[in-house]
Structure formats: structure tokens, C-alpha cells
């Protein structure tokens, strides 16, 4: 598979997600791919 098809396929498998949190919490600011993408990682935990 090539680049672009595996990145199309990841964005695919994305299409519906939602950051998840319990009833009452604060949004923990977990960046999902953050630390996957180089130069990002200072994003983690940041407020949108």
C-alpha cells in the first residue's frame, strides 16, 4: 500500500470518532496523535 491509500485509510477509520470521558470529568486533553507526528508532542494535554 502506498502512502497516500494509508493515510486515506487511516482518515477512514477515523470518520465518526469521539474523545470519550466520563460523566462529571474534566476533558483529560489527550491529543491521539500527538506524539505520533514529529515537532507535535509539546500539544499533548493542551486545551483546544
Same mark, same amino acid.
Given at each position: 500500500m502506498?502512502? *497516500?491509500s494509508n493515510v486515506c485509510?487511516?482518515?477512514k477509520g477515523e470518520v465518526g470518532y469521539?474523545? !470519550?470521558r466520563a460523566p462529571g470529568?474534566? +476533558?483529560s486533553g489527550h !491529543?491521539?496523535?500527538s506524539g505520533q *507526528? +514529529?515537532?507535535l508532542?509539546?500539544?499533548n494535554y493542551q486545551p483546544w
Open positions: 502506498n502512502q *497516500v485509510a487511516i482518515a469521539r474523545a !470519550q470529568e474534566r +476533558p !491529543q491521539k496523535y *507526528v +514529529p515537532g508532542e509539546w500539544s
